[in-house]
């Protein structure tokens, strides 16, 4: 029953999936992102300019369309370990970071100094080389040009003359973390039952532009791989917002929320339900606070005998 002054379940608009126009290996440009895979086979997959990410609306949902079913099925996808990443010329590098609990975000990963960063990026560019020595080569006739399914190992293997296997420019001498140029694992790993289990799984994108003192990186979205195979990115996921609690003295009422990281957020109230308006149409009483995920709360004046409010996103 909806008591006086209530907040009821907020409602976010929805932004309708697109898909993005993805590069090749055979025309690797710097800036496109990799998305790879790697068991027994590895494959490299090229998503495509890394601004299409990072211009995305909050919410979109991005298609990794470049790679199938059949492409994956040859490298597996239970027990399957795989990451994106790119860079760009003034080794600014954009990272994933696998989530532990798929509804968690991860502890960014810090920004260094270009220098150091080059390390990095120097090892993740001898990867569309050897992508493409395998195509050249038709090593395996599942792949294409955007997505390559390529040998494992590509130490001493006349297959790769230009360039190295992911599962090689990753793991190095060091054993990973692109050879111990970078900072940690950039790989989510699924479990030896993920295509039955029912649970996605999802790793953080974070931007890592260079800096000369200490900066953590900027969280761009979410790679969410299904049990399927099939991989979507979710560009600036906004928190689902919510009212907490509202309390009134007189004709002063007090709406405490959270709100998220990205998108705007406006608080709305009406004092009929049997009107026919929709939710989104109730009238605006204020844009709120957003940006973070701290509780904040507002005052404003409401003569109504009753009042519903929700909080819309978009």
């Given at each position: 029953?909806?008591?006086k002054?209530?907040?009821?379940?907020?409602?976010?608009?929805g932004?309708?999936?697109s898909?993005?126009?993805?590069?090749t290996?055979t025309?690797y440009t710097?800036?496109?992102?990799?998305?790879?895979?790697?068991?027994?086979?590895?494959?490299?997959?090229?998503a495509g300019?890394?601004?299409?990410?990072?211009?995305?609306?909050a919410?979109?949902?991005i298609?990794?369309?470049?790679?199938?079913?059949?492409?994956l099925?040859?490298?597996?996808t239970n027990?399957?370990?795989?990451?994106?990443f790119a860079?760009?010329s003034?080794?600014?590098?954009?990272?994933?970071?696998?989530?532990?609990?798929?509804?968690v975000?991860?502890?960014?990963?810090?920004?260094?100094?270009?220098?150091?960063?080059?390390g990095?990026?120097?090892?993740?560019?001898?990867?569309?080389?050897g992508?493409?020595?395998?195509?050249?080569?038709?090593?395996n006739?599942?792949s294409?040009?955007?997505?390559v399914?390529?040998?494992?190992?590509?130490?001493g293997?006349?297959n790769?003359?230009?360039?190295?296997s992911?599962?090689?420019?990753l793991?190095?001498?060091?054993?990973?973390?692109f050879?111990?140029?970078?900072?940690?694992?950039?790989?989510?790993?699924t479990?030896?039952?993920?295509?039955t289990?029912?649970?996605?799984?999802?790793?953080?994108?974070?931007?890592?532009?260079?800096?000369?003192?200490?900066?953590?990186?900027t969280?761009?979205?979410?790679?969410?791989?299904?049990?399927?195979?099939?991989?979507?990115y979710?560009?600036y996921?906004?928190?689902?917002?919510?009212?907490?609690?509202?309390?009134?003295?007189?004709?002063?009422?007090?709406v405490?929320?959270?709100t998220?990281?990205?998108?705007?957020?406006?608080?709305?109230?009406?004092?009929?339900?049997t009107?026919g308006?929709?939710?989104?149409?109730?009238?605006?009483?204020?844009?709120?606070?957003?940006?973070?995920?701290a509780?904040?709360?507002?005052?404003?004046?409401d003569?109504?005998?009753?009042?519903?409010?929700i909080?819309?996103a978009?």
């Amino acid at each position: 029953m909806l008591n006086k002054k209530t907040g009821l379940i907020a409602l976010l608009a929805g932004f309708a999936a697109s898909e993005i126009m993805a590069g090749t290996i055979t025309n690797y440009t710097v800036g496109d992102v990799l998305v790879c895979f790697r068991q027994a086979n590895d494959m490299v997959v090229d998503a495509g300019q890394i601004s299409a990410f990072t211009s995305a609306a909050a919410n979109q949902r991005i298609p990794i369309t470049q790679y199938t079913g059949t492409q994956l099925a040859q490298v597996g996808t239970n027990s399957v370990s795989w990451s994106a990443f790119a860079w760009l010329s003034d080794n600014t590098l954009f990272v994933t970071r696998p989530r532990t609990s798929a509804n968690v975000q991860t502890a960014p990963w810090a920004a260094a100094s270009s220098s150091v960063q080059a390390g990095a990026d120097g090892r993740m560019a001898t990867i569309p080389p050897g992508a493409l020595d395998q195509l050249n080569f038709d090593i395996n006739p599942a792949s294409t040009p955007a997505a390559v399914v390529e040998e494992d190992s590509s130490a001493g293997n006349q297959n790769y003359p230009d360039g190295v296997s992911y599962h090689d420019a990753l793991t190095g001498s060091y054993g990973s973390d692109f050879d111990g140029k970078f900072q940690g694992n950039p790989e989510n790993t699924t479990l030896a039952n993920f295509t039955t289990s029912g649970t996605p799984v999802r790793s953080d994108f974070y931007q890592l532009t260079p800096t000369s003192g200490y900066a953590l990186g900027t969280w761009l979205g979410y790679f969410e791989l299904a049990t399927n195979g099939a991989m979507t990115y979710v560009a600036y996921p906004s928190t689902t917002p919510a009212i907490t609690s509202i309390s009134y003295s007189g004709t002063t009422t007090t709406v405490t929320y959270t709100t998220g990281l990205y998108g705007t957020y406006t608080l709305r109230g009406t004092n009929s339900l049997t009107s026919g308006t929709p939710m989104i149409g109730w009238p605006a009483i204020s844009t709120l606070t957003s940006g973070d995920k701290a509780t904040h709360s507002m005052q404003f004046t409401d003569t109504n005998n009753s009042e519903f409010y929700i909080i819309t996103a978009q």
